[in-house]
């Protein structure tokens, strides 16, 4: 994300829903919280 590595550790908390048919995955909508971590490692302003 053209910043430089932290080293910092970090956590992440995601939302995943998946859409089943006939046992298996035919759809998948996935979000992260990269605000979140983007804070976390101290790459926001104001963090």
Do not use: N
Not at 25 to 44: K, N, P, R
């Amino acid at each position: 994300m053209g910043h430089r590595p932290t080293s910092k550790r970090f956590s992440i908390d995601s939302v995943d829903i998946c859409r089943f048919k006939d046992g298996k995955i035919v759809e998948h909508w996935g979000v992260a919280d990269t605000f979140s971590l983007m804070s976390q490692l101290g790459l926001t302003q104001g963090s």
